[in-house]
């Protein structure tokens, strides 16, 4: 189970860091990626990493500004999203696979519980 959190109103240029604690053993071997939904659109992928952090991949329009990473020993994903604007405001789902990194969401497995940001302007 995969449950992500830290979202909220910030305004934009502000910073959030969401989190995305999984339970069971096996977190480590599982790439992590964080997608967005905003209402009535698709999800889109927005960051992933790979079990061992070694490799991370970004979509371009938040490269630059958002970073992911894990803690493989806290069973825990993170994304530190900085310099956020209001067009970056969705739900922001967590999601795990096994294998490399994927962009589609219909790749990964395990999703959490979305938390939602809301950019100010």
């Known amino acids: 189970q995969l449950q992500a959190s830290g979202g909220g109103l910030v305004q934009a240029g502000g910073s959030l860091r969401l989190s995305c604690a999984a339970s069971?053993?096996?977190?480590?071997?599982?790439?992590v990626a964080w997608f967005l939904q905003a209402p009535g659109k698709e999800r889109q992928f927005v960051a992933a990493?790979?079990?061992?952090?070694?490799?991370?991949r970004y979509a371009d329009s938040v490269k630059g500004r958002f970073t992911i990473s894990r803690d493989n020993a806290k069973n825990t994903a993170y994304l530190q999203m900085n310099s956020l604007k209001p067009e970056d405001t969705a739900v922001y789902y967590c999601?795990?696979?096994?294998?490399?990194?994927?962009?589609?969401?219909?790749?990964?497995?395990?999703w959490g519980r979305g938390t939602q940001v809301t950019v100010s302007s």
């Open positions: 999601a795990a696979m096994r294998g490399s990194i994927a962009t589609t969401a219909n790749w990964y497995t395990y």
């Open positions: 069971g053993r096996t977190f480590s071997s599982y790439t």
């Open positions: 990493i790979t079990y061992s952090g070694g490799t991370t």
